[in-house]
């Protein structure tokens, strides 16, 4: 099953400059899907486009900074109307309270090495399994224990784009490095929490972070 990011493939339509008009829209996100289902794999022809909802439980975990508030309010013209055409012309799935990059890692958890995961988002780096970058047009397969440590870079790093802070000055190299003798993901929280300089914020990065592998989870530091 190929689990496609529809998210992305919405903002890269209503960015794109070959797009005028509502059928133009339509026409090169319909192109997209077509391209991702020919070249992620020779065989998997069953997809489904994932598409987050205007709910999220993120903004209610967010103290540090608002989640995603730092984010125009002013959306690019024709994307609620790609959003519409994916949902109405494709196998498709809404997210409610959470992202479409939940609903992904959730149903990649649940479907295993059956699953390739469709982006060009670094954030599915932390799921284990086969993923598909269909701009760069490569395949790749991420182990556990590299999902675990990407996710814990993450955790240091933040994400700018969404808004959620991490340690000054600490890119995803120098996170790498911070990480790198610790052999154990509690050691690797543990980390986090002494370059954060708290655990709570270090929690709190971690559950804005953290796809969801199951229904309704909320990530809780790892236990001896």
């Not at 494709?90 to 997210?95: A, W």
Request: hydrophobic residues 35%.
């Amino acid at each position: 099953m190929l689990l496609i990011d529809g998210d992305i493939i919405c903002y890269r339509v209503a960015f794109s400059r070959e797009v005028e008009t509502v059928e133009d829209c339509k026409s090169v996100a319909d192109g997209y899907i077509d391209n991702i289902i020919k070249r992620a794999d020779p065989v998997v022809q069953d997809y489904t486009v994932f598409l987050s909802g205007s709910t999220n439980f993120r903004k209610n975990i967010a103290v540090t900074r608002e989640y995603k508030g730092n984010r125009k309010a002013e959306k690019p013209q024709y994307l609620d109307d790609i959003r519409a055409h994916l949902l109405t012309a494709h196998p498709s799935d809404l997210s409610d309270g959470e992202e479409a990059d939940d609903r992904i890692a959730i149903e990649a958890t649940a479907r295993g090495h059956g699953a390739i995961i469709c982006s060009i988002d670094k954030d599915f780096d932390q799921v284990p399994g086969w993923h598909f970058n269909f701009v760069k047009n490569e395949r790749y397969f991420i182990t556990t224990k590299e999902a675990i440590l990407n996710f814990y870079c993450q955790v240091l790093t933040g994400d700018r784009i969404d808004n959620v802070e991490g340690v000054y000055g600490i890119g995803p190299a120098k996170a790498r490095k911070a990480l790198s003798e610790a052999t154990t993901e509690l050691e690797m929280f543990a980390k986090c929490v002494e370059l954060l300089k708290s655990e709570e914020r270090a929690v709190e990065n971690a559950r804005l972070l953290w796809l969801r592998r199951q229904k309704d989870q909320i990530w809780e530091p790892p236990t001896p």
